[in-house]
C-alpha cells in the first residue's frame, strides 16, 4: 500500500516534439519530479520542453536497430524493450503514456512481458485527440487503439468532449477520467513587452496571433480568410508562430494576398509567452480541437480567443466571456467577432482579463494533485 506522501517512480512515454501531447506530458514529468517523485522520460529523442537539468528527472532515449529488410523501422519493439529495461532497472511503480498510438500498445506488451517475469507494471493511457478524432479511429489502427483502451490501468482524456468522442468511435467498456490540460501561469502571464510590440506594429496596429503545428486540421487557410476581413476595418498585423506541413502553401498564400508586409512568421519561437505578451487576439479556427492548449496559453498572456466551436475548445474559451466561438469555416462570423473586440479598447480590455482569469482555472497546481491520486490509486490496486 502506498501512502499518500510516498513519492513515486514514473515513467512517461511521449512525442518529444512540438505538440501538444509532448509539451503536457514534458511539463507534468517536470512538475512531478519537482514534488520529489522520480521521473523517467522514454522516448526517441530529448523532449523539446526539457532543455535544463532537473533533479529526479532522467532521459531514456530510445534506439531503434535497422537491418536492410526492415522498409519501416519497428519503433514500437524497440520501445517496449527500452520501457521493460527501465522500468526493470529503474524499478518504475507505474508507467503514464501519452497519445495512445501506438504508446498504449506498447504499455500493454511491457506490461505483459513484466508479468511473466513476476513483476507488475501499471500504466495509465491519457488520449490527447487526433489520436481518437482523427487517426486512431482509422480502420489501421482502431482495433488495436480499443483494445490498448480497454486495457489500460486507468484512462484519462484532456477534456469532457474527448471522453464523449472515445466512447462515439469505439467499443470502450473502460471508465474514462477527465484531467484537463493546464498550464504554469509563473511561466504563461503578460509581461511587459512593449518594445516588441512597437517593433511589430510600429504604427500602433492591433496584433492578431495564430500558433500550431500548421497541420491541415488548423485550417490555418482560415487564419488568413479572418486576418484579410479584420485588416479591411482594423490596421492590424498577423504573426504566425510554429511551423509544420502548411507552412510553404499558407506563405505563397500570402505573397499572393499581397500582404507580407503585414504577417510574419515566427518559427517555433521558446519563449511564446513573451510574444503572446504583446498580441491582442488569439485565433483558433481549428477543424477539430480536442483542447486547445495554445488557445489556453493565450489566454494566461490576456489574450482572448477567437475559435471554431469544435471538440474541446468550449471547455476552454467561453463564448462572449474570454472570446467567441462560431462553427467551424464560418470566417466571416469570426471576422466579425474580432473586429468587434478591437475595435472597442474598454471591451477589449474587459475580455482580456476575463480570459487571464478564467486560464487560472487550468493551473497546474490544481491539475497536478488529480494525477498523483490516479497514480496512487492505480498502483494499489494493481
Ligand atoms: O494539435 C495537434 O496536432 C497536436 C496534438 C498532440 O497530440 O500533440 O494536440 C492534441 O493534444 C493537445 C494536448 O492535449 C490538445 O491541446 C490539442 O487540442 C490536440 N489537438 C487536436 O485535437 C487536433
Request: with cysteine.
Given at each position: 500500500?502506498?501512502?499518500?506522501n510516498a513519492q513515486m517512480r514514473i515513467g512517461i512515454v511521449c512525442?518529444p ?5 509532448g509539451v503536457i506530458a514534458t511539463e507534468l514529468g517536470k512538475a512531478l519530479a519537482e514534488k520529489g517523485h522520480q521521473v523517467h522520460f522514454i522516448t526517441?529523442?530529448q523532449p523539446v520542453r526539457l532543455e535544463h537539468f532537473a533533479e529526479n528527472v532522467y532521459f531514456h ?25 527501465v522500468?526493470?532497472?529503474e524499478k518504475l511503480d507505474l508507467v503514464h503514456?501519452h ?25 495509465i ?57 493546464f498550464?504554469d501561469?509563473k511561466r ?176 497546474i497546481r490544481?491539475i497536478l494533485p488529480l494525477y498523483e491520486?490516479l497514480y496512487r490509486?492505480?498502483i494499489?490496486?494493481?
Amino acid at each position: 500500500m502506498l501512502m499518500e506522501n510516498a513519492q513515486m517512480r514514473i515513467g512517461i512515454v511521449c512525442y518529444p516534439t512540438f505538440g501538444g501531447s509532448g509539451v503536457i506530458a514534458t511539463e507534468l514529468g517536470k512538475a512531478l519530479a519537482e514534488k520529489g517523485h522520480q521521473v523517467h522520460f522514454i522516448t526517441y529523442s530529448q523532449p523539446v520542453r526539457l532543455e535544463h537539468f532537473a533533479e529526479n528527472v532522467y532521459f531514456h532515449e530510445v534506439s531503434v536497430a535497422d537491418y536492410p529488410l526492415f522498409e519501416f523501422a519497428p519503433y514500437e519493439t524497440a520501445l517496449t524493450s527500452k520501457l521493460v529495461d527501465v522500468a526493470r532497472f529503474e524499478k518504475l511503480d507505474l508507467v503514464h503514456v501519452h497519445y495512445a498510438i501506438p504508446h498504449a500498445s506498447v504499455a500493454y506488451m511491457a506490461q505483459k512481458i513484466m508479468e511473466s517475469q513476476g513483476l507488475r507494471l501499471p500504466f495509465i493511457t491519457t488520449l490527447h485527440g487526433t489520436d481518437i478524432t482523427l487517426v486512431g479511429k482509422d480502420e489501421s489502427y482502431s482495433p488495436v487503439v480499443t483494445f490498448a483502451i480497454n486495457h489500460s490501468n486507468a484512462v484519462t482524456s484532456v477534456s469532457k468532449s474527448l471522453k464523449d468522442d472515445t466512447y462515439k468511435n469505439f467499443s470502450v467498456n473502460k471508465e474514462i477520467e477527465v484531467i484537463p490540460n493546464f498550464i504554469d501561469l509563473k511561466r504563461f502571464n503578460k509581461q511587459h513587452k512593449d518594445h516588441f510590440r512597437r517593433a511589430i506594429a510600429p504604427s500602433g496596429e492591433k496584433i492578431l496571433v495564430h500558433a500550431s503545428n500548421f497541420r491541415p486540421v488548423k485550417r490555418i487557410d482560415d487564419v488568413l480568410d479572418i486576418f484579410k476581413r479584420v485588416i479591411r476595418k482594423i490596421p492590424s498585423k498577423l504573426l504566425l508562430i510554429g511551423d509544420g506541413p502548411e507552412r510553404s502553401k499558407i506563405e505563397k498564400e500570402c505573397r499572393e494576398l499581397q500582404a507580407c508586409e503585414h504577417i510574419r512568421f515566427l518559427g517555433k519561437l521558446d519563449a511564446i509567452e513573451e510574444i503572446l505578451s504583446v498580441c491582442d487576439v488569439f485565433l483558433l479556427p481549428s477543424e477539430t480541437e480536442s483542447f486547445g492548449l495554445a488557445a489556453l496559453e493565450a489566454m494566461a498572456c490576456q489574450v482572448p480567443v477567437i475559435s471554431s466551436d469544435t471538440g474541446g475548445i468550449p471547455e476552454v474559451n467561453i463564448h462572449g466571456h474570454t472570446g467567441f466561438l462560431s462553427p467551424v469555416g464560418n470566417t466571416d462570423k469570426m471576422a466579425e467577432h474580432a473586429i468587434h473586440l478591437l475595435e472597442d479598447e474598454s471591451r477589449l480590455e474587459k475580455f482580456k482579463k476575463n480570459a487571464q482569469a478564467h486560464s487560472a482555472n487550468f493551473d497546474i497546481r490544481k491539475i497536478l494533485p488529480l494525477y498523483e491520486n490516479l497514480y496512487r490509486k492505480v498502483i494499489n490496486e494493481s
